[in-house]
Nanobody, 123 residues
Framework: QVQLVESGGDLVQAGGSLRLSCAAS????????MGWFRQAPGKGREFVAA????????FYADSVKGRFTISRDNAKNTVFLQMISLKTEDTAVYYC????????????????WGQGTQVTVSS
């Protein structure tokens, strides 16, 4: 397993921007596809974005496409989620995930998780 630590969550006004980071530890961390999920109060964990191990391909939920960008720096074992034009409905705890199998959009198919970072978007 790979250990994941998220950071960068904050309180921001609607229309603002944030960049989340996820630091992965472990010798083979850079070989894992990585993803971001989010969970709002009273809701299930929702797919946000994913990136292949090389960074060559990215995938997004329709709700964030065009506003969020996932990227990675394998030299630093870090994955980023750049968020712009934030909306109140983006408010959630954001989780980093690694080591997927099967359906990358399903939270149950990811093997490693971070502890989450809170993003709150105010109107």
């Amino acid at each position: 397993q790979v250990q994941l630590v998220e950071s960068g969550g904050d309180l921001v006004q609607a229309g603002g921007s944030l960049r989340l980071s996820c630091a992965a530890s472990g010798r083979t961390a850079s070989t894992y596809p990585m993803g971001w999920f989010r969970q709002a109060p009273g809701k299930g964990r929702e797919f946000v974005a994913a990136i292949t191990s090389s960074g060559g391909s990215t995938f997004y939920a329709d709700s964030v496409k065009g506003r969020f960008t996932i990227s990675r720096d394998n030299a630093k074992n870090t994955v980023f989620l750049q968020m712009i034009s934030l909306k109140t409905e983006d408010t959630a705890v954001y989780y980093c995930a690694a080591d997927p199998e099967g359906d990358w959009r399903s939270s149950s198919d990811w093997g490693s998780w971070g502890q989450g970072t809170q993003v709150t978007v105010s109107s």
